[in-house]
Every structure is written in C-alpha cells, then in structure tokens.
C-alpha cells in the first residue's frame, strides 16, 4: 500500500473511497504524521462523515473530541502567555501552529497542536524569560553544556515547560540559528509582523515571512514525522494568501531573494507541486526558477524529501525510506552551524549520552 | 491457552490497532535476547526481556485503547456484570480491584473488563473488552486456593509490576463479547488485611469527582465526558468497600445484587 494521505489533499473535492483495510493504514499513517483531526476535519467540511464505515468513523470522530480540547487549552494558552507577559510590555509574536491559531488561518481546522513557539526581539529574551519564569514556566534544560548550546548558538532559548500544566513553550528571537548557512535577523522579520487582532502585543508574522518561515522549518529542522502535516499546513497558507492578495508571488519571491531563503523556498515549492498540485501562477514562472541551487543539489535533495515526506507507517514504508531520513537529518545538522562548531559538539554530545552524569528518564512504562 | 476460546476477525474486518512483538536485533539477538514491541511502525515502549513479551502485549493492547478510543469514556476500573445490571470496580493500584475482579469472575458475575471501563457516549452502557484478568504477586496465590479450576499462565517474574500472571476468562463469558450492561453500582474496594466486610455508602459527588480522576480522557471528552459520568453516577449507588477476604466480599455483593431494586 502506498501513502494514501496526500492524495486526500490533492484532489481535495474528490471523496477519498478506501476500503476497510485502507482505512486502517489510512488511520495509522494519519496517527503518525499528526493528521487525523484534518483528515476528520476535511470529511466532516465536505459532508462526508456519514459515507466513512461505522468503525473508522468512531476514530475520525474521537480525533475531532481531539482536536476540540486542544483548540480549547491552546486558546487558555494563549491567553496565559499574553498575562504573563503583559507586565514586560513588549511585543510577541506567535510562530507555526499558535500564529495560525490565533490569526484564524486556514491550517487551524482540524490541526492538533504541541509546544507553543513565540518570538520576541533579542534584546528582550531576558525580560521575556524572568516574565515566564515568574508564571511558572521554567526551563527542562538542566545541563550547562546544553544551556550553552541554545543561548550561544541557537535562534531559540531551551524550551520552558509550565510546572502545573505542562505546557512546553520555546522562546525564539530569530527564525533560523544565527550559526547557520541561511541565518536570518530577527529585525528583519519583526518590521513587518501583523497584529493579531483583540489581544494586544500579540503578533504573527507578515504573510511571505511565515511562508518562508514554514519553507525552512520544514526542511531544516531534520525530523520529518510531522514532514507531511507541515507541508499540508503550507499548502494552505499559500493558497490562502494567494486569494487575498494579487501581489503575494510578487513578494514571497523578492523576500525569498531579500533573506537569502530561496533554496527551502524552491524545495518548498517543488513538493507542494509534486504532493497537492500546487502551482505557481505561470507569470511567476521564470522567477521560481532563479530561485534554484545547482542541478545536483535539486535532484539529491527532490529525492530525499520525497521518501522522507511519505508518512512513516508500516503500510507505506519502502527501502531507503530510514537512509533518506537520516541524510537529512545529517544534512539539518550541517546545516545549522558551521563544521568547526559542529564536530565538537556532537563530539560532545556523543559523550554526554555515552557517560550521563545522572540517569536519563526511561520512556513512559507501559503500564495501563 | 488463555485466548482459545475468542473468535477470530475476518481476513476484511476492520482491524482497531496493529501491535506487533519482535526480537531485537544485534548483538540481542543472542544474548539477554529482548523484545520489542511495534504500534504504527514507532516504538512506544522501552525493549524488555524477552520472557516480558507476553505481559508486554498487554499492557501494550490497554495502552492503544486508553490513548486513541476517544469514542468511549475510559474509567481505570474494573467492572462486572449480573443479570444485565454492571459493577463498576474504580480503585488505585495495590487496593485489591484485580483479586476481586477474578474472585468475583468465578462465581456468578460476568468480566466486562478488569482494567479498563468503557462508557458507551451515547448511552452510558459498558461497552465489554473481556480480556484475560491480569493478578500479580500474592494475589495468584489468593486466587489458586479460592477457584482452583481458573485457567493461570506462566507467571511472569521481575516486571515492573512484580510477579504477573493472567487468567483466563471462562468460555461461557467469552461468548457473551457483544452483550454491554447498564451500570448499577460504583464500588470503590480497599483491601484491608484481617477487616471484617464492610460497605458503607458514598456521596454521588465524591463518588464522580473520584471516578474522573481515574479517567484517561476525561478531560478530553469535555463536556460530552462530564454528561456521560454524571448520568453514570446518577443511575449507580455508590459505596465504599473494605474487606479482607474474597468470600466475604462474594456475600457482600450476593446480597447487594438482591437488595439493589431493578
């Protein structure tokens, strides 16, 4: 059986016919690539519920009670934050899935939500980080190598994790670590964020940046198993952009220029076409193409994405799937800071895992 | 042996979850040989000794059940059933609910399920999982003398739960898979060592603020999960239960089942 996923996506208006055993892989690989609550999503906004049989149904539709609680908490989130933060007076902007969220985009129907990202000018990151602490959020990063790594090295602080609730949330001041090959100022970003509207100091990014922001997320962060809902989430983002603004191509294309992302831009724009149909409007053509790295680089990298955007399930797996996955994750990493700083620090790390100074927590035991 | 008696799906039938046991490979493969159990091609447990593997598929089974059916309240609770009317069994680890669940599984009342309760959303019935009863350490020995018929398997050792063995769930049960029951009762039991049997009866709120903390989706069923275990209680008498042997609490409940009206 192959993916049966984004065909759903690309053919949107088609009813999706599977048989009961399709159903099954179709749940399973939706389990794993973090879909279901679309998958439920998509079914229920085309009136289809009543056609899906009895059983897969009572999945769909447990997805969706799913997908209504985290809607539910990440709103309560949301707002915690805008509290806690409040005092500071500075602005924030939600990242991914919380912008999508709280500016009411497409991707939000029917998405399951995590950590919450939010970014905030550099300068403000110690403000930012005593304001979160005071509400109760304090940082899972114990090690001191670790808390180096992040507060030298990388675009985000060690994720804070709420001491009550739970919650996860990653303070970044840029989109990309500042060691990387496609690092990009925050300033740059933070001219045009948009306001979200009823809460104040609250932000999202400008249309083209959180495009751009989706495009290297999703091809630099070198864990693919939720590759496919991110690039679902920006078809979405394209086509809505697109449809409210004529000039959105005009602007992704010179900001992908602007900021030096053009390479995850093309790859970005190479799947979405590949996966869903997607295209760029024909006038923006001959632009799309300036947009690509060398012919090398096009195909190893067409080849690796498209086994790493399969969802990993066992009804879909193929050979080469585990090597691609781990090419790029190699590749994130190369990616992220240069070999100088790299080699020493998986060196490191290599280390720490091999000798840990205290015992690493076990997995949750399977008990019921 | 202890799943002999369960009809078999249909080669089209529409599966609920996959899990899968392996052995692990490398060096494992020979030496302190592991296994590790698959679900949806991820990993979710940490590999154990190879002997764990039945234990494993288990607790592995309850674990897909009370993580993805969100079409069901989930109670971490035993429950039985008498003349179509069913006990629920809420109690924290170690207060016996296993040992009375087998105890009681083999005289008169029939296993819905030993760990998880399965509340129907639409109408609040017990939706019956029937799988063998899980007892561990001291327990088995309670059980062998007081039914000496059950069916036991081989008792795994050193889990992270002690001793476990399970038992198997009587045929005439097994062929009763599809038949839910109303909920009747919510008996919250205590072991107490030398305790003569005592049942007092507990407040219906304190009863449900119990009952949704021993829930695994409680929270997330919202709404839909508070109407569907306040319709619960409000149809249950409620009643703290402790005792000391399983004869006396066979008593207890004979006579609550003639007492309780219809």
């Known amino acids: 059986m192959s993916d049966l996923l984004s065909p759903v996506w690309a053919q949107p208006e088609l009813r999706p016919e599977f048989s009961l055993a399709q159903w099954e892989a179709v749940l399973g690989q939706s389990r794993q690539a973090g879909l279901m609550g679309r998958l439920a999503r998509h079914h229920v906004d085309h009136g289809w519920m009543t056609e899906v049989p009895a059983k897969p149904r009572l999945y769909l539709e447990g997805a969706l009670r799913q997908v209504d609680r985290l809607h539910h908490e990440l709103r309560w989130e949301i707002d915690c934050i805008h509290r806690a933060l409040a005092p500071v007076g500075v602005p924030f902007v939600l990242l991914k899935g919380a912008a999508y969220f709280a500016a009411d985009l497409p991707p939000k129907r029917g998405r399951l939500f995590g950590d919450i990202d939010i970014m905030v000018r550099r300068e403000h990151l110690q403000q930012v980080e005593s304001a979160l602490f005071r509400a109760g959020w304090i940082s899972d990063e114990r090690d001191a190598y670790n808390q180096r790594y992040y507060r030298e090295w990388m675009h985000e602080i060690p994720p804070m994790r709420h001491v009550q609730r739970g919650t996860v949330i990653d303070v970044h001041h840029t989109i990309t670590p500042p060691t990387s090959q496609m690092c990009v100022e925050g300033e740059a970003l933070l001219e045009h964020i948009v306001a979200v509207d009823a809460l104040q100091d609250v932000y999202v990014l400008a249309p083209v940046d959180m495009v751009l922001h989706s495009a290297v997320h999703l091809f630099q962060e070198g864990e693919f198993e939720r590759g496919l809902r991110d690039l679902l989430d920006l078809n979405d983002l394209v086509h809505h952009f697109e449809s409210h603004d004529p000039d959105f191509w005009r602007q992704l294309i010179s900001r992908a220029h602007a900021l030096k992302l053009q390479t995850p831009l093309h790859h970005a724009l190479f799947h979405l076409k590949r996966l869903f149909g997607t295209h760029v409007p024909p006038a923006f053509q001959g632009a799309v193409e300036l947009l690509r790295p060398p012919w090398w680089q096009r195909r190893l990298m067409a080849m690796l994405l498209e086994a790493a955007l399969r969802p990993v399930h066992p009804s879909c797996r193929q050979t080469g799937e585990g090597l691609a996955r781990w090419l790029l994750y190699v590749r994130s990493h190369a990616l992220r800071m240069p070999m100088t700083l790299l080699v020493p620090h998986l060196v490191r790390k290599a280390w720490m895992q091999r000798f840990p100074t205290k015992k690493p927590e076990d997995h949750p035991a399977a008990e019921a | ?262």
Request: glycine share 6%; with cysteine.
């Open chain 2, 1 to 262: 042996m202890l799943y002999a008696d369960y009809p078999l799906a249909a080669d089209d039938d529409f599966v609920d979850f996959t899990v899968t046991l392996q052995c692990s490979g490398g060096l494992r493969r020979w030496w302190r040989r592991q296994v590790i159990l698959g679900y949806d091609g991820a990993n979710p447990f940490v590999p154990l000794p190879l002997d764990h593997a039945f234990p494993l598929l288990e607790w592995a089974m309850n674990w897909c059940i009370s993580t993805q059916a969100h079409h069901v309240l989930t109670l971490h609770a035993a429950v039985l059933e008498r003349g179509g009317r069913a006990m629920i069994l809420p109690a924290p680890p170690g207060s016996g609910k296993s040992t009375l669940c087998a105890g009681l599984t083999s005289r008169d009342w029939r296993l819905l399920s030993d760990e998880l309760t399965l509340l129907s959303l639409s109408d609040g019935s017990v939706v019956p999982l029937g799988r063998p009863i899980s007892l561990k350490n001291e327990s088995l020995a309670v059980i062998r003398q007081f039914a000496p018929d059950v069916v036991l398997n081989d008792v795994t050792h050193d889990t992270s739960k002690g001793s476990v063995s399970h038992m198997k769930v009587p045929s005439d049960q097994v062929r009763r898979l599809d038949e839910g029951a109303r909920p009747r009762w919510v008996v919250f039991p205590k072991y107490v060592p030398d305790a003569p049997p005592t049942l007092r009866p507990r407040s219906k709120a304190e009863s449900m603020l119990e009952l949704g903390r021993n829930a695994f989706n409680y929270t997330l069923l919202g709404l839909t999960g508070f109407e569907v275990l306040a319709d619960v209680v409000d149809g249950c008498d409620c009643y703290d239960f402790s005792y000391s042997r399983l004869e006396d609490a066979v008593a207890v409940f004979d006579r609550l089942v003639v007492e309780t009206p219809p």
